[in-house]
């Protein structure tokens, strides 16, 4: 079973930039299409971003497109959130996920079955 360990989190000022990275356990990692989702306090998880497991194609939320960059290298393992130009409205833990089922690329949470512990990214005004 492949495991999930994010990290990169933290406080940032409005304007600034941060980076996300995920590292997967386990050889299969490079399979799977991989994304970033983030729950605010008080919402529902949200669809940020996501790969394919080649680092293709990528897809994001109108939200941040434009600002954040998703990559991937298979040789290591890892998945990253590049995030600039963050906003206050950004606030939220940020989650690295697998979807290890689905043939295209999907948006929508139900697709991804592995999931990481989390990372608080804040961004004050």
């Known amino acids: 079973q492949v495991q999930l360990v994010e990290s990169g989190g933290g406080l940032v000022q409005a304007g600034g930039s941060l980076r996300l990275s995920c590292v997967a356990s386990?050889?299969?990692?490079?399979?799977?299409?991989a994304g970033w989702f983030r729950q605010a306090p008080g919402k529902e998880r949200e669809f940020v971003a996501a790969?394919?497991?080649?680092?293709?194609?990528?897809d994001y939320a109108d939200s941040v497109k434009g600002r954040f960059t998703i990559s991937r290298d298979n040789a290591k393992n890892t998945v990253h959130l590049q995030m600039h130009n963050l906003e206050p409205e950004d606030t939220a833990v940020y989650y690295c996920?697998?979807?290890?089922?689905?043939?295209?690329?999907?948006?929508?949470?139900?697709?991804?079955?592995?999931w990481g512990q989390g990372t608080q990214v804040t961004v004050s005004s």
């Open positions: 996920a697998l979807d290890t089922k689905s043939y295209y690329v999907e948006y929508q949470l139900k697709h991804y079955d592995v």
């Open positions: 790969i394919s497991w080649s680092g293709d194609s990528a």
């Open positions: 386990g050889r299969t990692f490079r399979n799977y299409h």
